[in-house]
């Protein structure tokens, strides 16, 4: 199975210490590529009470991004925080972090 593989062991245990938790209160990782003119919608990484996720897997508190390659400024794949007016750039190997609730 991929969750015994060294490098989500890692990003796991990564992930656990910079939210100050226990390694089994971390999500399983998602891995998602994108193509020319595909994009990830605004969004929310919490869960409405009428949600079932809530009652099944509890609220996310947090979220973890980590950019796995790097693009140039002008080519798309940034993540933007539009309240916040915050717009970052993928760089291979940094990650960002933000609380959910």
């Known amino acids: 199975a991929h969750d015994a593989h060294s490098s989500v062991i890692f990003v796991r245990r990564w992930a656990a210490s910079a939210l100050g938790v226990a390694d089994n209160f971390i999500e399983p990782?998602?891995?998602?590529?994108?193509?020319?003119?595909?994009?990830y919608r605004r969004h929310y990484d919490w869960f409405e009470a009428s949600e079932p996720e809530l009652w099944c897997s509890g609220q996310r508190a947090a979220t973890i991004l980590v950019y796995l390659s790097s693009l140039p400024e002008a080519s798309g794949g940034a993540t933007a925080f539009e309240e916040l007016a915050v717009t970052v750039h993928p760089r291979q190997g940094s990650a960002l972090l933000w609380p959910n609730v």
Do not use: A, D, K
């Open 29 to 39: 990782l998602q891995i998602v590529r994108y193509f020319s003119g595909q994009e």
